[in-house]
């Protein structure tokens, strides 16, 4: 009797035409959480620091029966974290060693737009792409991953994406755990599914996109930590194509101290942190001798959502396993103050609107030949967005960390108070993002804002912006075909 329900539910949501295949979790946590490297990198004489990635293809052994071919930065699957200082001179010599082409974004990156890695700097195979800039933003836990326009969900899927740390002078004061790889965790999570051990992107009807029913974080399904210190600190990003979590646990509170773009302005104690793709929250979890924590993600708020168990989501299952050590090297409290930081909002020259329904922003799909906006270099903008839909998007806007000043005219929850460069945006609800263009782009070469559900921004949910100077006119991008 107790499976009756389950086959009713799935019996209806086969006439409305989508098909859901929950998270299997797997029998135990008991293998080791890999650590993605980080990465080497040496100086040049001007004192740039040079980073190499190469993305190529390989084989991964995720289970125990099989081997998947997977794609990866340096190796098989995902890449090493990248990590500079605030201020220093960067450059990656990006090599694709694909058979298609691609490109390498660094998401939620200040940065010129011709180093950006959007669909505008295509690498093709076996070429080398070298962009370098200069770090200037907060320390934060970054990302990259490639942005190829209509193959963005494809090549992220199959193992393309790494992590980007900044580090500054404010998050060494902040006194977290900083020793990478022992209390200073990456937590990657992604959603995959597999046949015949082989990585499959079937969406299954669903309308956000592909949910994976297996979980795996950094590359690792049923993974366990051990853990040595008093706190420890998850640098948690949701790298899966749509699916959004919330992560918890089930038997203590966590304390949140960044989001997508760095420190808040103080730590904030929660139980639950809701993850939209491409979001990152940096948590600490205090932990007892000789015990044992769960992180797990459980049913996420979507919002008003149509059909809540086809559109993002519905499961709840055990992520990572945290397994302390007998005994715990002491840990130091995090500073009670953080980081100041926030734009003025009464400066604000432009409101632009953005609704986002279906595949389209403001009634229109993503035409690489087409510059949907010109901002005015070195002023405030508010971007109101409003998701049109009865289902899920998110907002993600390149070169910028913004402010959520409210949603629906409401003050937001204290973390979507801190920098953030994406947001989940509720079916049916207006998120007014404030947000400073500080430097001057190129007439004719673009930023991107897209949703970062990767389906929807593959399918056409993107549009491009350049910062230009007062007067100037933006041109079509070169050498992008129009009619999109
Ligand atoms: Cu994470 Cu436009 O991307
Ligand atoms: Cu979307």
Redesign the pocket.
Known sequence: AAGAPAVVAAGSLAACGASVSPVTEPDAFDRPLLIPPLAESSVAADGTRVFTLEARAGTSRFLDDATTSTWGFNGDFLGPTLRAERGERVAVEVTNSLPETTSV?W?GMHLPAAMDG?PHQSVEPGQTWRPEWTIDQAGATLWY?P?PHGTTEQHVYQGLAGLFLIDDGETEAAALPDEYGVDDIPVIVQDKSFDDGELTIDDGGNEVGLLGSTIMVNGTIGAVLDVTTEIVRLRILNGSTARTYSFGFADRSFTLVASDGGLLRSPVELDRIRLSP?ERAEILVRMEPGTEAMLHSFKPELGRVAVPFAVGGNDEFDVLRLRAADSLAPSSEPAGAFSEFGLDAAAVATTRTFQLQGREINGQRMDMGRIDESVQVDTTEIWEVRNQDLSPHNF?V?DVQFEVLDIDGDAPPPELAGRKDTVYTEPQRTYRLLMRFEDYSDPAMPY?Y?C?LLRHEDEGLMGQFVVLAPGEVAQPPAGASSGG
Request: hydrophobic share 20%; glycine share 10%; aromatic share 0%.
């Open positions: 974004h998401h959007g991953h942005h491409a993600h390149h991107m897209h970062h």
